[in-house]
Every structure is written in structure tokens, then in C-alpha cells.
């Protein structure tokens, strides 16, 4: 299953009061496991940047300056997601933007029922716990310590493991393991495939061998 962990940084809270998108990242998962591919863009957003936004993600009216405007790429973004499940923490806030930046353009809007919201995933499994994506990322043991500011790319990989924790952690990944055990054994008549040694004993554990095996009283093997 393809999915797409998403995140955007904006220059306010409220996209009805003229704040815009001025990055987005996504990363592509398949099966719960990021397959390295990701998708990324800083966005002019065509106003200023309040001072307080500023402070939470670093991003500045000058460094946006040249950067492409949201119908710029759009496209882009639109072929990248296609049709997947959107994962997103505290999905209601990027959505509300993204469906706002998509009606300025006469697009259709995002389908609220493809999102996944990680946020209300973690309230329902920790009730009356933190449940930002730092204090998650505290609870699983997931070196957040690169997040000096926000930042959209570096966001969607620290969601990425917090999502796999919170839909069962690392038995995601057995499961998957043992999928492909099941796959390799149905191609192999119903047995496992072992690995082969990747070397051949060497003579002091074939005398080691015999002498264990003379110890032994009428071994089957050598009737």
C-alpha cells in the first residue's frame, strides 16, 4: 500500500486571514516503510512573514523571494501524492491550507476521508498525553535532535518512524520479513529457504565434529 506522509510550513495560523503555504515536503511510503523517494519546495507566498512565524520555522521574505509560487507547482505536487492516503499530524491545519491554496487555483479540494491524522491516532492511544510530534518523538525514542526549527522535510521523516510506532512499531517490519519468508517458502514447495554457509568448516571443526560424533552409541545416520 502507498501511502504519503505530508507537512507544510505557512506564514500564519489561518489561511482565511490571507496566510499562505511557504513549504511543503511529502515522503512516499510503501507498505508503512519510506522508500527514499520525497518530494519538496520552498513557495513564495506572494506577502510577508510574520516575525513569529519566522521564529518557528526560519523562513524569511527574502529567502522566498525567488522561490516558485504555489500554482507553479501544484502539478508537481498533485502527480507526486496521486491518489495515496495523505498521513499528516494534526492533519485539519495543513489540509484547511492546502484545500485553500487549491481553491485559489479552481482546483478540486482534498478528500478529507484519504487522511490519516496522526495526532488523533496518538490522542486515542495516550489519552491526556502529549501528543505533538516532538513529545512523540520523545516517547519512542526518536532522535528529534536535528529539529532546531520546523521544517517540512525533516518533519515528514521524523512522522514517518512516529507513524510506524503508532500503528504497532517495529512489528510493522517483521511482518513484512515474515511476508516474504511465507512468498519465498510457497516458491520453494512449502519449505523456508535457508541461507548457505558462506564458507566451508575448516579442519579443526571437522576433527572437532568426528570426535563428537565417535561419542555418540549407534548414530541413525550410520546404520
Not at 513549504?23 to 510503501?30: F, G, S, T, V, Y
Request: proline residues 6%; negative net charge.
Amino acid at each position: 500500500m502507498r501511502e504519503i506522509v505530508l507537512d507544510t510550513e505557512t506564514t500564519g495560523l489561518d489561511p482565511t486571514s490571507g496566510h499562505r503555504i511557504i513549504e511543503i515536503a511529502c515522503l512516499e511510503l510503501l507498505n508503512h516503510i519510506p522508500t527514499g523517494r520525497s518530494y519538496q519546495s520552498y513557495i513564495n507566498p506572494e506577502r510577508d512573514v510574520p516575525a513569529d512565524a519566522i521564529a518557528v520555522h526560519g523562513l524569511t521574505v527574502e529567502f522566498l523571494s525567488d522561490k516558485p509560487r504555489f500554482a507553479e507547482i501544484a502539478d508537481t505536487l498533485l502527480e507526486f501524492i496521486a491518489d495515496a492516503p495523505l498521513v499528516i499530524h494534526n492533519a485539519e491545519f495543513d489540509v484547511r491550507f492546502l484545500n485553500a491554496e487549491f481553491q485559489r487555483l479552481a482546483r478540486l479540494p482534498l478528500n478529507g476521508e484519504r487522511v490519516v491524522d496522526t495526532l488523533q491516532i496518538a490522542r486515542q492511544k495516550f489519552p491526556g498525553a502529549p501528543a505533538s510530534l516532538d513529545a512523540l518523538c520523545r516517547r519512542f525514542a526518536i532522535d528529534n535532535s536535528t529539529r532546531i526549527k520546523h521544517g517540512a522535510l525533516l518533519d515528514t521523516e521524523l512522522l514517518a518512524d512516529v507513524y510506524l510506532e503508532l500503528i504497532g512499531g517495529r512489528q510493522a517490519g517483521l511482518e513484512l520479513m515474515t511476508a516474504a519468508r511465507a512468498t519465498a517458502a510457497l516458491a520453494t514447495g512449502g519449505r523456508t529457504p535457508r541461507v548457505a554457509r558462506p564458507h566451508a568448516p575448516t579442519e579443526a571443526e571437522l576433527v572437532a565434529h568426528a570426535t563428537l560424533v565417535g561419542l555418540l552409541k549407534d548414530p541413525i545416520w550410520a546404520s
